[in-house]
């Protein structure tokens, strides 16, 4: 069965600082690979999708994210915080092999941005 | 464009009473369909899934049940709820069974069981 871990559960940085959130998966073939953010009582929001192709993804607002085969990885990053992309972010990785299409997420880490 | 309704926004309810949250998706067809809880720490977790009219998968055995009675509207149900009912429910759409886009996601629905 696919699986995600984000080994931390909770991040602080200082604004302008930059930002790297770790993902690892476990899953028998090519993984379908999303990152979703989520702001407090609000639902997610996709920031970025890794199918196929190019390992270096680029999403929305500044985010990007490298997807390692070799270390089973899809780690989060953005080079300048703001203090406006404090929020709970996700990582999840989808079943791209059944008949039936299903995501499995991780729990979380909470980003919280110093001024 | 695409829209995923879900509500209510928050529910309050005594345990041992019934339970109803309703999602509709509209601008699509044939939408896979999810339902997810989530706690404090846990991060999300799957309770059903449905990839047709009344075609419904159950990720989790437990106090809750889903149905689909139409194409794009995705209910959850509790006969009786108990207080671990207690969460944050979301609701969620993807595209059809073979495409593997991403997953839209409603607001959510905070239900407390008291």
């Known amino acids: 069965a696919q699986s995600v871990t984000q080994p931390d559960i909770h991040i602080t940085v200082s604004e302008g600082a930059s930002l790297e959130l770790r993902c690892n998966y476990s899953?028998?073939?090519?993984?379908?690979l999303f990152w979703y953010v989520q702001s407090p009582g609000q639902g997610l929001q996709l920031l970025l999708k890794?199918?196929?192709?190019?390992?270096l993804v680029q999403g929305i607002k500044g985010f990007e994210a490298e997807f390692k085969r070799s270390q089973s990885s899809f780690n989060l990053r953005k080079p300048s915080v703001h203090w406006s992309d404090a929020a709970e972010y996700f990582c999840?990785?989808?079943?791209?092999?059944?008949?039936?299409?299903?995501?499995?997420f991780g729990k979380g880490t909470l980003l919280t941005v110093n001024p | 464009s695409q829209t995923i309704h879900q509500w209510p926004a928050t529910l309050v309810q005594p345990v041992g009473s019934p339970l109803s949250l309703e999602c509709t998706v509209e601008?699509?067809?044939?939408?896979?369909l999810y339902w997810y809880r989530q706690a404090a720490g846990r991060g999300l977790q799957l309770l059903f899934y449905?990839?047709?009219?009344?075609?419904i998968s159950s990720e989790v055995p437990q106090n809750l049940s889903a149905s689909r009675p139409q194409d794009r509207q995705f209910i959850l149900s509790s006969k009786k709820l108990l207080l671990s009912d207690s969460g944050f429910y979301l609701c969620?759409?993807?595209?059809?069974?073979?495409?593997?886009?991403?997953?839209?996601f409603g607001q959510g629905t905070r239900l407390t069981v008291v």
């Open positions: 969620a759409w993807s595209g059809d069974r073979g495409v593997n886009t991403e997953a839209f």
């Open positions: 899953y028998g073939a090519t993984p379908y």
């Open positions: 890794y199918f196929s192709g190019d390992t």
């Open positions: 999840a990785v989808g079943d791209s092999g059944g008949s039936n299409y299903k995501l499995t």
């Open positions: 601008g699509t067809s044939n939408p896979n």
């Open positions: 449905s990839i047709g009219i009344g075609q």
